[in-house]
């Protein structure tokens, strides 16, 4: 039994997403029509009060899989159990207040721009990314549930929209990145820009924890549209990278390719500011926009979040190919 939604485009303030509101609390009946919603809202939902996954966590497993057959399940990986629903083995906590959580990123500096807003552009804003896009085949679909948000003044989720900043590329810029690939890379293995401007040099990969070159310009599988794809400054290569086959490192010609794609791709025009609520949903495709967490005050809130991942559709380009984050299937 599918249950009906009313969707409201575009998402307040934004120029792409959409909210979904449920006609039904979520239960038994499934809302099947939100991956259609997702691809014509160019990859972004708010489902408000989604209240009823706190209490049944199941709902949000069952709701990934409208998105796409493989979800991830930590079981299989060398994630923590503490980082992961004590009962639903899909859910990985996204929080402060577990042992050996992550804090929230630091605010930018100065924190405000000079017109009094949150800074949403980079390089002010430093983070953005696109989930795990270190693995080939990369992930499509995230979801996101506010269990215990921060306040709403505070950690909230931005995202940019690679579609509209695809688009509004000058023609040379387009004909520039068209076949060029970025090389991603695992936060944690020591390949950031960070390490690469102090001068460190990076311990060898293991096989399975070697960056991974992606298309900058990416087609989508479900609506052909092209968006960019790309990330800054932790989860590129700044030793081989950020981009194949261009001057590598901090300050060669890809470093400077990268930092004007970025700023062009999360100009204010492009971007969605969401703040939360408990028991908002988003729901968020890979494939298409960037996003990045922004601070909140750990000593003072706790916030708990759960997340799902989806994958299975990433494009014929991936057609055939062995899951690089797995030892055993990247040492073959
Ligand atoms: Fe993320």
Known sequence: MSASMDVTRPLPGAAFGAVVRLAQPLSVA?????????????GLLLVPDAHPISRAP?????LSRLF???????????????MVHESQPEIYLVTNTVPGARPPPARPQPPL???????VQYPHRK??????????PPPDISLFYAVTPADRSRGQTLFASGILAYEALPAALKARVETLQGLHAQPGTGRGRKEALAGQTPRPF?????????????VHPVTGQRALYLCEYGQMDWFDGPFV???????????????ELMAHYTQPRFVYVHEWSAGDLLVWDN?????AATWYDAEKEQRLMWRTTVRGNPGPIYAGERRSWIAREAAV
Do not use: F, I, K, N
Request: proline share 12%; charged share 25%.
């Open 127 to 136: 983070g953005w990314h696109t989930d795990q896009s270190y693995r080939r």
């Open 30 to 42: 499934m809302p099947d029509g939100l991956p259609q919603a997702l691809a014509e809202a160019g």
């Open 58 to 62: 199941e709902l949000l497993a069952r």
């Open 245 to 259: 086959g261009m001057q590598p490192g901090p300050h060669g010609d890809g470093a400077a390719l990268l930092d």
């Open 206 to 218: 293991a096989p399975h924890e070697r960056s991974q070159p992606q298309p900058v310009v990416r």
């Open 113 to 119: 721009t000079t017109d009094g807003r949150l800074p």
């Open 287 to 291: 494939r298409c926009l960037v996003h």
């Open 68 to 82: 796409g057959p493989e979800v991830e399940d930590y079981r299989h990986l060398p994630t923590g159990r503490h």
